[in-house]
């Protein structure tokens, strides 16, 4: 296996070794190996040649679409209390109204590809793309779809988000639960399951986690965590799927730890890190707009399943995103993650102190860092309950 090496132009001394497009073969599943290109999607580049006039895909006269422009208010970041007029308009509107690119609108994706370098210190050139889809669970089930065979074993950490069950459920899977606790993914149980392993038995491929204010439990995993789990993936051959909602929703006290992307830069190679981000907690959930960063033979294959199974995500909703994405720029954005994250630690002090008021020594339960849950265990009944702040 030939590893490829970048040094980034604007850092001479950074150089990042990325797993060869050959590595992924062997960890995806039997229908992502056969997938072919869509005979219709699989022309668009063409459109975008100079002089080309496309008769492609049965594309209707966006003249006859009855909508002539968009306009909305919303919030100001960086002025509390003021708002904003966003308006979509013209060439805009056009492609919000009219099929798009499989992956997602290309400044839409050149939008997120920045954010993922400001707030992971991931590099354009370091071995990794983006695609867009509808909501990150839509991304997360593609993805499932592209690693996993019917049987497969995985790993889930325990309690796990209970909107991927049914996907495991779905494809017969054994589910091999890794343990949690109130820092995060226990490296010592995920060690026990892959060392203690049937010697005739085929190892799991992947690993879920949702490492910040996880659904149900609320924890977030520790740095040193972390870096545990990646070390494992690399020694026993796994991919980490980081399902991420809650990125921005971080209000602990301490530093906010590092994403898997992120820390794995300090791994030999690059490319074991599939992460799954949403615009639902922090902009709106009805959007349904997710995306997904990771290795290309990856993501490649998944937009290979959207072509056949919805052809893309919303224009509309994308021009929406961007329009208003782009008129706040990249201060506003993190200026709004961080009142967001404000109001949901409110949240959680109240909640909590209402909890210590009615449920102290009846329950025990951790004080969550980031995310909308509380993990609660009754002391008298064996049973975990879980709250949305």
């Known amino acids: 296996m030939t590893i490829a090496t970048t040094r980034p132009n604007d850092d001479p001394q950074r150089l990042v070794k990325q797993l060869p497009p050959e590595f992924y073969h062997s960890f995806l599943s039997k229908a992502a190996k056969e ?12 459109e975008a040649k100079p002089g080309v006039i496309s008769f492609l895909a049965g594309k209707p006269n966006d003249a006859m679409f009855p909508f002539q422009s968009f306009s909305f208010t919303a919030t100001c970041p960086s002025r509390p209390g003021q708002s904003t007029t966003v ?18 609108l290309p400044r839409l994706s050149d939008w997120f590809m920045g954010l993922q370098e400001r707030s992971h210190g991931r590099r354009r050139d370091e071995g990794w793309r983006l695609s867009v889809g509808s909501g990150s669970q839509d991304l997360i089930w593609k993805a ?20 991927v069950i049914p996907m495991f459920k779905a494809l017969h899977c054994e589910e091999h ?53 990646l070390e494992l993936a690399r020694e026993h051959n796994l991919l ?29 190679e690059i490319g074991r890190v599939l992460r799954f981000d949403s615009l639902s907690k922090i902009m709106s959930a009805g ?10 033979p990856i993501l490649d294959v998944m937009d290979l399943h959207t072509a056949t199974v919805n052809l893309q995500p919303s224009s509309l909703a994308q021009s929406i995103a961007l329009a208003l ?33 009615h449920l102290s020594g009846l329950a025990e339960w951790g004080t969550p860092e980031a995310g909308m849950f ?13 709250f949305l702040i």
């Open 35 to 46: 997938r072919r290109l869509s005979p219709i999607r699989g022309l668009y580049p063409l």
């Open 325 to 357: 994405l782009e008129q706040w720029g990249y201060d506003d954005f993190y200026a709004h993650t961080k009142a967001v994250s404000e109001f949901y630690r409110e949240k959680r002090d109240v909640f909590e102190k209402a909890m210590r008021t």
């Open 87 to 104: 308006s979509l308009s013209g060439p805009e509107l056009a492609e919000g109204l009219q099929y798009g690119a499989t992956a997602g």
């Open 144 to 163: 499932v779809q592209s690693l996993v065979d019917e049987g497969d074993p995985v790993l889930i950490e325990s309690p796990v988000y209970a909107g």
């Open 287 to 296: 959007m349904r707009i997710g995306f997904v960063s990771g290795p290309k």
């Open 240 to 268: 980490i799927l980081e399902d991420d909602p809650y990125f921005y929703l971080y209000f602990g006290k301490a530093e906010r730890p590092p994403s898997y992307f992120r820390l794995e830069l300090e791994q030999p």
């Open 374 to 386: 509380f993990w609660c265990v009754m002391t008298e009944i064996e049973c975990p309950f879980i």
């Open 177 to 229: 639960e890794v343990e949690t606790d109130a820092q995060g993914v226990c490296s010592s149980s995920l060690r026990s399951i892959l060392e203690n392993w049937p010697a005739a038995k085929s190892k799991p491929r992947i690993f879920y986690t949702v490492p910040y204010g996880c659904n149900p439990t609320g924890m977030t995993a520790t740095t040193e965590r972390r870096r545990e789990v």
